[in-house]
């Protein structure tokens, strides 16, 4: 998987070996199947990273240990971003951003899925980093300077050498 190092810079290709090491532990609070890692700044610019979860818990916090976890796998991901429509006395409904007449045209968000393997943790999934929100021309994936942004002292990505074992 090659990822732009940063806007003006060079594609970079996410070798065998790469990981993703949690600096702190990370909870996943009750009913939910993710935590945002990402700073308020990096926020602030566009880009989020969220650690993703298989199984949610209604009742509990879930908690993802400090370490380092590999990366199994990098996907391309597109969200389609939805908004809820609520009007009044109306039932609670959900609706593609330019389904209707809405008159805004599709909002998207570029990024990626980094697969984790879950042998220290059944539970873990995945890293997903995403970039802006924007209509589809305006908008691209996160850099990898971006994801670093991103996760700030909470977490690092780990580039992994080429002849590793994946």
Same mark, same amino acid.
């Given at each position: 998987?090659? #990822?732009?190092?940063? #806007? ?6 996410? !070798? ?8 702190? !532990? #990370?909870?996943?609070? !009750?009913?939910?199947?993710? /935590?945002? +890692?990402?700073?308020? $700044?990096?926020?602030? &610019?566009?880009?989020?990273?969220? *650690?993703? +979860? ?5 009742? &509990?916090?879930?908690? +993802?240990?400090?370490?380092? @976890? ?6 391309? @991901?597109?969200?389609? +971003?939805?908004?809820?429509?609520? /009007? ?10 330019? @389904? ?8 998207? %968000?570029? &990024? @990626?899925?980094?697969? *984790? ?8 999934? %995945?890293?997903?980093?995403? &970039? ?6 305006? $908008?691209?994936?996160?850099? *990898?300077?971006?994801?670093?942004? $991103?996760?700030?002292?909470?977490? $690092? ?10």
């Amino acid at each position: 998987m090659l #990822v732009r190092e940063s #806007v003006p810079g060079d594609w970079v290709e996410i !070798p065998p070996g790469s990981a993703i090491r949690l600096n702190r !532990p #990370v909870e996943i609070p !009750p009913g939910r199947a993710r /935590a945002f +890692v990402s700073t308020a $700044t990096a926020l602030a &610019g566009g880009t989020s990273c969220a *650690l993703e +979860v298989r199984r949610i818990d209604h009742e &509990g916090v879930q908690l +993802v240990a400090a370490g380092t @976890y590999r990366i199994t796998r990098i996907q391309n @991901y597109l969200a389609l +971003v939805s908004r809820v429509e609520e /009007a009044p006395g109306a039932t609670l409904g959900f609706q593609l951003a330019s @389904y209707g007449d809405s008159g805004g045209g599709q909002m998207v %968000r570029f &990024g @990626y899925h980094f697969w *984790l393997n879950d042998g220290q943790d059944p539970n873990l999934m %995945r890293l997903t980093c995403l &970039g802006r929100h924007d209509e589809p021309a305006s $908008t691209r994936p996160p850099t *990898l300077a971006e994801i670093r942004a $991103t996760l700030g002292e909470r977490a $690092t990505l780990e580039l992994g050498d080429f002849g590793a074992e994946s």
